[in-house]
């Protein structure tokens, strides 16, 4: 009995140690503090965006009545139906991007030898082209550029690297087809939000690294860079997050030692490897970036400590916060007055890196 107790203790103070020591990854506290960071706005928040909350709710309250083994299809069927789908002066073309299916979007007037990659987000496991098409309507707009929404492989039905290889496919695809077919690119841009904001930081670096032609700028919107769980405000803004909140509270009860265990055994990767958790890697030589975050939204450490690392590195980014918004709040432009506000700052940043 003895020994067989003696087997259980040895076995946990294996497993924790190599949660520790080998899937943690470094300690990224020292890039907790509010270097680079810049408050557009400490307004309270606008009527509209206390109507985007409320109908955030709704949604959770769905989710409760409803079992859990249809979650999944339920919020994927609820992203691709959020917004009205009706632009009469937007171009929408489907194509095929090196095998990545995707559409151009083109707002009126947009030069189609500017281009921009768009990569949707959805927790890797739901989003599409179309459940975002506010977004890339609006950055064809503001970037005067051809806008290529890609609809990556998700999980769970592929595996997180198979999305991975269709951001790098399309990338290289982009650098020289356009609406019109061949044709090289006289400026490139590339723009994600929140696991599409993860795989953009992923995927400048992986850029960097193979020696390809850089982007001339890209845009993170509240990005996920962490796949260690490590930053604070999962748990800290947990109750301020009315979008992620509700759906990962779950998930912030587990001990982080299984996270880091099912991440690993998820991916086949350890979840502080460069490639699903950006902030660990090489922050260094990057094109000019723009990191957009609510300072109450669950991410915003995973922004804050991206942001801080890269510039000690010195890359040119630039980071913009706003208070009490919800996660990818510029997703609700129009109807949202900080979200108009947010997609002004994206303009004039792209204007400047063009």
């Known amino acids: 009995m003895a020994e067989l107790l003696l087997g259980v203790v040895a076995l946990i103070l294996v497993v924790w140690a190599i949660s520790a020591f080998y899937l943690r990854g470094a300690d990224l506290r020292v890039f907790d503090q509010p270097v680079g960071a810049r408050h557009l706005t400490d307004a309270a928040p606008s009527e509209a965006h206390h109507a985007v909350v409320a109908s955030l709710?709704?949604?959770?309250t769905t989710?409760?009545?409803?079992?859990?083994?249809?979650?999944?299809?339920l919020l994927r069927n609820y992203m691709d139906n959020l917004f009205a789908d009706g632009d009469a002066t937007t171009q929408v073309i489907p194509v095929d991007a090196a095998g990545v299916?995707?559409?151009?979007?083109?707002?009126?007037?947009?030069?189609?030898r500017r281009r921009l990659l768009y990569i949707h987000g959805g927790a890797f496991t739901m989003g599409s082209p179309k459940s975002h098409r506010r977004l890339t309507r609006k950055f064809s707009e503001v970037a005067n550029a051809a806008v290529l929404a890609i609809d990556y492989r998700l999980m769970?039905?592929?595996p997180r690297l198979a999305g991975i290889e269709?951001?790098?496919?399309a990338y290289r695809w982009l650098l020289d087809h356009g609406p019109a077919g061949a044709e090289p690119a006289t400026a490139i841009?590339?723009?994600?939000?929140?696991a599409g904001g993860n795989l953009t930081l992923s995927l400048i670096a992986w850029v960097r690294d193979q020696g390809l032609r850089a982007p001339n700028a890209a845009v993170a919107l509240s990005p996920a860079t962490d796949a260690s769980f490590g930053s604070p405000s999962l748990k800290i803004n947990l109750d301020t997050d009315p979008m992620l909140g509700p759906l990962f509270k779950p998930l912030t009860r587990m001990p982080r030692s299984a996270l880091l265990w099912g991440t690993l055994l998820q991916n086949r990767l350890r979840p502080n490897n460069p490639i699903l958790s950006p902030?660990?890697?090489?922050?260094?030589r990057l094109p000019p970036l723009l990191v957009q975050a609510s300072e109450s939204e669950m991410l915003f450490d995973d922004s804050r400590r991206y942001v801080n690392k890269a510039i000690a590195a010195g890359s040119p980014v630039t980071f913009q916060t706003w208070r009490h918004m919800v996660h990818v709040w510029q997703i609700y432009h129009p109807?949202?007055?900080e979200g108009r506000q947010a997609f002004e700052e994206i303009g004039q940043f792209l204007r400047a890196h063009s």
């Open 166 to 169: 269709d951001c790098r496919n």
């Open 189 to 194: 841009f590339v723009a994600g939000d929140s």
């Open 279 to 284: 902030v660990f890697g090489d922050l260094s």
């Open 57 to 60: 709710a709704g949604i959770g």
């Open 101 to 112: 299916p995707a559409e151009w979007v083109l707002a009126a007037g947009a030069d189609s």
């Open 335 to 337: 109807d949202l007055p």
């Open 156 to 158: 769970p039905e592929h």
């Open 63 to 73: 989710l409760k009545s409803t079992p859990r083994r249809q979650h999944l299809a």
